[in-house]
């Protein structure tokens, strides 16, 4: 074609010569999208099937699904059934109905007119055996289009029923909302007695406490690396306090710094080898960065006042973190290298321990109202303040991973004890057991 | 002309082609495509998952013996003001005893402990018994202390004296300790 026209002695001007070089690629680019476009919907369309979003949960307005978890049939199907209901139940967005109103038995094959009369969208029904061994088959249906939507088989051995529950309600939050579930996640805090101090890890719902064994006379709020491998936490240790990392790979304790004054731990940057703290090892108590395999220590502030608890952008981009420097102790702005600094909260006389959402659009904090502390968040332009709590003393706030919910520590049912909510206060409910003071939680990544 | 037509033809098929099924296929979640087991309903195959767990041994903290005999009781307590660092006057007269002690021991040091009391957060309180530590230590080098023999640690609100939640009790929280540290 090329040829038949350079024969041609017509002249062309330089924009048809384009147009017609265009004339000639563009079918070839089409065949090739087409044939994309034809292999895509091959391979994507069975995916996209089973990936109907029954509750879209970026709507601000969520209509909560209307779902029935069917008592498992098995030894312990009541329990994981039971299990797998309060999970979901937690998040806000599902509404569990009431067993008593069932109409199907759970051994009975799955029929959609026993469910849709009771409103049920989505139904759960499951069947366990064994007794050392585990062996649990699941299915989703959805009600209104009576089919099935989901079936799997889990095995597990018996101490990890509340894990496969947990799996279970993740496979289900993840068919239902397309977004990974939390429900396998875990809470980092400390207990208090005696005198010493015990960091301890539980299931996000305050289930299997551990006592990891990491011992002070005085241990702060830890702080988890992305991966959820490391965990940094502050302790004071005769006389001295020092930061330490606790390895989860290698179960095994190392301080990677300390100095003469108070060293307080914030947040890991994303390699989990550079971290942010604060300390008054040159008098006054700064920010500094920290890189452990370097040991090289960064100066971010050099204030008279108190700079303390920094906490990480999830961009690292930025650092929120306490000053008194205008008289009364406030949340501040700054850029990670300690520049561009800019006052956050001006509600109050007290406002502290700020920790950013995983989306990065809202930091938690503990400020003052009424003579108590209280649980707010903020959008980081510091607009849209909201109070979280109301009762007794409220502190050291953190997210879940997904950003949905909140852990704190509070003294509103006497002792100290481990609380989680909604990001929105919704759903307050206390995770620790009586007689055990604990706070400074953190909620793990994983 | 004709050969113009024709390739408007197949141009205009493809594109329409191609339109066509980009409206209706639904733009596949990140998640779904990391998640193969998750198969269609209607596939005999079933989705199978094991559940293990990392077995979390427990650690142990080592433990640094101090290089100090610690005695606690020598001095009284001094207090601060709510917020406050400043050394009171009614503090002055046990900062006195304890740079006299410091004087006639030389082989002693002390340690001022700072606290505060139970209002505000661990970590703000950590700062400010911080400063008050120092603000003590600063006094005592004002009498003539050398600094090498002050240390200072703070407490924040973490141990308390006084559990109550009343200023009565908060005013006992505000305190500055002092520990004589001798050398084993």
Redesign the interface.
Known sequence: MKKERSQKPEVRSQKKKFKNILFMVRPVFCALYSVFCILYSVFCIPSSVSAKVYIDITSPAVKKLPIAVSEFVGTSGRELSDIIMDDLDFTGIFLCLDRNAFLEAPAQPFNPKNWTVLGAEAVVKGTVIGAKNLAATVSLYDALEGREIFRKEYQTEASLLRPLAHTIANDIYRQMTGESGIFRTRVAYVSRKGGEDNLYLADWDGHRPINLGIKGNVILSPHWSKDGSRLLYSAERNRQWGIYLLDFKKMSETRVFSSKGTNMAGDFFPDADEFVFSSSMNGNQDLYTYRISASKLNRLTSSRSIEVSPALSPDSAHIVFVSDRGGTPQIFIMGRDGNDVRRLTFNGPYNTSPSWSPGGDRIVFSGRHGGKNQIFTISPDGSGIAQLTDRGNNEDPSFSPDGRYIVFSSDRDGEKAVYIMRANGEAQKRITPKGLRVFGPRWAPN | MKRFLV?AA??GL??F??AE??A???T??P???Q?P?????DESK?????????Q???????????QFQEISGTFKDIYFDY?QYDIRDDAKQTLKAVADHLRKNTAQKV?VEGHCDE??????N??????RA?AAKDFLVSLGVPSSRI?????GK??PLCSEHTEECWAKNRRGHFVILKGK
């Open positions: 390739l197949i141009l493809t594109v082609g191609c099924r980009k209706v296929m639904p596949p979640q998640q779904e495509m998640q087991q998750i198969k269609a309903p079933k989705a199978q998952e094991k559940i293990t767990e990392q979390i041994a427990k650690v142990e903290s080592k433990d640094v013996p101090s917020d340690l209002r505000g957060t661990s970590e703000y950590l700062g400010l018994g911080d400063r120092r240390d200072t640690i703070s407490y973490e141990k």
